[in-house]
């Protein structure tokens, strides 16, 4: 009961803008804060690129259309804030497991690999991310292989 009624006085407060749904130490924030750098690495989010960002995380988090969106909206906000990867990569690594990790590593190539080109800033990108997130050379690039290959099955 008393949680509807700070999220009604937070929405008055805000000027009818909802507060943040997503905390700071949540670890699907600092995931898909990664996942949306990845996308805009190059400087364009792509149709193709925007379309599998919001799928990933939609699929990864089991969320609706409307928790996707603010999620990316805050992800958005919070990549736009970063100064670096490690405040992301630092909450992944606490709260994931490896098997955890490799699939966010996994996510990342799927959003590189969705407009069907890599280019030297996302290679780069998710080599520094996979060595933060404590996944392997051999790893990230066996991943790389297994993504281009979906991709090209698709295409």
Known sequence: MFGSFRKLMAELVDGGKPAHEYGDNDYRLAAASLLVHTANIDGNISDAENARLHEV???????????????????????????????????????????????????????????????????????????????????????RERVAAAQAKTT
């Open 57 to 143: 995380i939609k699929q990864r988090f089991a969320l609706d259309d409307g928790a996707t969106d603010r999620l990316v909206e805050e992800a958005t906000e919070a990549d736009a804030k970063a100064i670096d990867l490690y405040q992301f990569t630092t909450r992944l690594n606490r709260a994931l497991d490896d098997a955890g990790r490799v699939r966010l590593v996994e996510m990342m190539w799927q959003i590189v690999y969705a407009d069907g080109a890599v280019t030297e800033f996302e290679d780069n990108l998710i080599w520094r991310a996979a060595d933060l997130l404590n996944v392997s050379r051999d790893a990230r690039i066996a991943l």
